[in-house]
């Protein structure tokens, strides 16, 4: 019998994690979902998922959500210029637990990407690599329910905005990247594994198309230079720091840093990855 843990596991990709194990028939006594809010985890608990309190701060915490674990999700902290210390938190405890192996959600390219996400990455997968405990990476690429907002800007503008010029970004919508981390922790022989992991490939210009496709409307896409992008993001009502990020993040679409042709997140789900449209879509329902 093996015993599954998912951190981060009441938010959007920890908890779909979860449905997705479930649905492949991981029995829910076996999944171990480490919450930092109990009461969050309530429908978990009610499906008979074992719910552990531990939040990535706190290392005897997380020692104890993790004993007699035997593979873990480490999905990669929520709180930018954080991650390194709680990230490390979590690889020791999965080391003092005796796991026997880790996932962890990194970030496409992670290696070369220029994005500013992608350094504490990049570091966590080099402490990964000394741990004692074997890993796997699943390094996702851009969600497509991150353009979500862009659907309302479009519809009162006529058009969407960003600084990606003619890059590529290779989407997936967060439910095939949760479906894809299930697969495999189901499956055996993953320690060193590295995923390269997007899906259909759009410039802005085909991701404006894929919303003008929704709304029944012609949408055109406006480049505009990366301190215009940060400036109409914080116009928007944006802090500074997330402006920032995303605008380095269309830095890094320009450069090719969101894209992949690797053709692994469609060989994990064993079909095509859904496409930009119907994820897009289906945040508006």
């Known amino acids: 019998m093996t015993t599954t843990a998912v951190t981060g596991a009441t938010?959007?990709?920890?908890?779909a994690v979860i449905r997705s194990l479930l649905d492949h028939g991981v029995a829910a006594g076996d999944i171990v979902a480490v919450v930092r809010d109990e009461a969050k985890a309530a429908d978990l608990a009610a499906r008979g998922v074992v719910v552990r309190v531990a939040d990535y701060a706190d290392p005897a915490a997380l020692r104890a959500a993790l004993d007699g674990v035997d593979k873990l999700l480490l999905v990669s902290g929520s709180e930018p210029g954080k991650r390194i210390p709680q990230h490390t938190n979590v690889i020791e405890a999965a080391e003092a637990a005796d796991v026997s192996l880790i996932a962890y959600t990194s970030v496409l390219n992670a290696p070369t990407s220029g994005i500013s996400l992608a350094p504490e990455h990049v570091a966590t997968e080099k402490r990964l690599a000394s741990s004692s405990v074997p890993s796997v990476l699943l390094r996702n690429g851009w969600y497509w329910e991150n353009?979500?907002?862009?659907i309302g800007q479009a519809q009162h503008t006529g058009a969407i905005i960003g600084s990606g010029g003619s890059g590529v970004i290779a989407g997936a919508s967060r439910s095939d990247y949760a479906a894809a981390a299930a697969a495999v922790l189901i499956a055996d022989d993953q320690a060193g594994a590295v995923y390269e992991l997007g899906g259909e490939r759009l410039t802005y210009e085909g991701l404006a198309g894929a919303i003008s496709e929704i709304i029944g409307a012609p949408v055109?896409?406006?480049?505009?230079s990366t301190d215009e992008h940060i400036g109409a993001l914080e116009g928007a009502g944006l802090p500074a720091p997330v402006a920032q990020m995303l605008a380095s993040a269309d830095a890094g679409i320009a450069r090719g840093d969101l894209d992949t042709e690797s053709g692994d997140l469609a060989r994990l789900l064993e079909r095509e990855p859904v496409s930009a449209v119907d994820a897009l879509r289906a945040t508006l329902s």
């Open 11 to 15: 938010g959007q990709l920890g908890s």
């Open 147 to 150: 353009y979500a907002a862009s």
């Open 220 to 224: 055109e896409y406006k480049d505009l």
